[in-house]
């Protein structure tokens, strides 16, 4: 019975040191296949994230502004009852037209900005771009 309770032990045991022996192994492929000294860093945060976050709530926004638009409006620019012609309707397009008009330039603007955050599109600063100007003016 000894040997039964010896033999038992002894399973349990090696199956537990092999348990060991595997963890200690996949731990240092794990470590190997990381730069030195890159344990404890944190993750490079970008800092224009934060930037692109609140010009996706513009965006947002803008959307929510041209449904307002359509709701005000029932989705008609023209009044059903009377001709396309008639004056209240050429008053309500006109409006209709000039809402959504300044709604798309916000969008446009908003994407600009977008882009930038993102840093697919560069931007200039104005003197730089007056000066560059000048020059090539002069060179002609």
Same mark, same amino acid.
């Given at each position: +019975?000894?040997?039964?309770?010896?033999?038992?032990? /002894?399973?349990?045991?090696?199956?537990?040191?092999?348990?060991?022996?595997?963890?200690?192994?996949?731990?240092? =492929?794990?470590?190997?296949?990381?730069?030195?000294? %890159?344990?404890?860093?944190?993750?490079?945060?970008d800092p224009m994230e934060g930037?692109?976050?609140? =010009?996706?709530?513009?965006l947002a926004r803008i959307d929510?502004?041209?449904?307002?638009? /359509?709701?005000?409006?029932?989705?008609?620019?023209?009044?059903l009852n009377l001709p396309p012609?008639?004056?209240?309707?050429?008053?309500?397009?006109?409006? $209709?037209?000039?809402?959504?008009?300044? =709604? %798309?330039?916000?969008?446009?603007?908003?994407? /600009?900005? $977008?882009?930038?955050? #993102?840093? +697919?599109?560069? =931007?200039? #600063?104005?003197? #730089?771009?007056?000066?560059?100007?000048? %020059?090539?003016?002069?060179?002609?």
């Open positions: +019975m000894l040997a039964r309770e010896n033999g038992h032990r /002894d399973t349990e045991e090696s199956r537990k040191h092999a348990h060991k022996k595997t963890a200690t192994r996949s731990l240092a =492929v794990e470590n190997s296949s990381q730069p030195q000294g %890159t344990e404890h860093q944190q993750p490079a945060t930037h692109r976050v609140l =010009v996706l709530q513009l929510r502004l041209s449904r307002r638009i /359509d709701e005000a409006f029932s989705g008609q620019p023209f009044l012609t008639a004056p209240a309707n050429r008053r309500r397009f006109n409006a $209709y037209f000039e809402f959504h008009k300044r =709604v %798309t330039k916000l969008f446009f603007s908003v994407i /600009d900005l $977008y882009l930038i955050a #993102c840093g +697919m599109k560069q =931007v200039e #600063c104005p003197r #730089c771009r007056a000066r560059r100007h000048r %020059t090539h003016a002069q060179a002609k």
